[in-house]
């Protein structure tokens, strides 16, 4: 059975420009989460979607956006790049929509550097 | 504002030897509580989780401790192994509002 998967693994941007990062959640789990990973903070709670729709947002500016489409796979879009923004986004899904089991399915990242 | 904070930092420990990673959180409406393991380039993965109502889990050489009234909680890795060397995430949710809260996480190095 395929994991989560994400893409691109790298991405290159610079200041002021948008970046938009993909995932495909595992088969038949319909909630799909973003983080992200900087050095030395841990993950932060970026977005949560479930059934398409936006559930939960974290402490973040409006121009970190996403969407969650029919398929349950997930886009997140980061408009206006700041270098504060280069950082490691992890996407997980899971099961139950709310995720009260706490257990998340990671994908391997992708690795947004703003130049 | 970090929700779940995790010292140490960072720790090396001795094949053989007991690694030690300790949580506190401040929010009492947290009534679970995982850990994920993360290797390098690859994502977080689930390694074990305790709820309030017990105090202590193992599962084979990790072990939870709970501290409801301290409101804190560790990982125990005993005869820590070199394949065991990661970074830690704590983590802590409440259902209300459906997602995890980490810990800023620990890097362990066994050495041989």
């Known amino acids: 059975e395929a994991g989560v998967t994400q893409s691109p693994t790298h991405l290159i941007k610079t200041r002021g420009q948008q970046a938009t990062l993909r995932c495909s959640p595992i088969s038949g789990h319909t909630s799909v989460y973003w983080y992200q990973q900087a050095l030395g903070l841990g993950l932060q709670f970026l977005l949560w979607?479930?059934?398409?729709?936006?559930?939960n947002r974290g402490n973040f500016p409006p121009r970190f956006s996403g969407r969650q489409f029919p398929n349950y796979s997930s886009e997140l879009n980061v408009n206006a790049l700041e270098l504060e923004d280069s950082a490691l986004y992890l996407c997980?899904?899971?099961?139950?929509?709310?995720?009260?089991?706490?257990?998340?399915?990671f994908g391997e990242g992708s690795r947004l550097t703003v130049l | 504002q970090q929700q779940v904070k995790q010292s140490p930092q960072s720790l090396i420990v001795q094949k053989g030897g007991i690694s030690i990673i300790n949580c506190a959180y401040e929010?009492?409406?947290?009534?679970?509580f995982p850990w994920y393991q993360q290797f390098p380039g690859k994502g977080p993965a689930l390694l074990i989780a305790?709820?309030?109502?017990?105090s202590e889990k193992k599962e084979g050489r990790f072990t939870i401790s709970f501290n409801k009234s301290a409101k804190q909680f560790s990982l125990h890795i005993m005869d820590s192994q070199p394949g065991d060397s990661a970074t830690y995430f704590c983590?802590?949710?409440?259902?209300?509002?459906?997602?995890?809260?980490f810990g800023a996480g620990t890097q362990v190095v066994v050495t041989p």
């Open positions: 997980a899904s899971s099961l139950v929509g709310r995720g009260y089991t706490g257990e998340l399915f």
């Open positions: 979607y479930d059934e398409g729709e936006e559930r």
């Open positions: 305790i709820r309030p109502d017990v």
């Open positions: 983590a802590a949710l409440t259902d209300s509002w459906g997602k995890l809260q």
């Open positions: 929010n009492t409406a947290f009534d679970y």
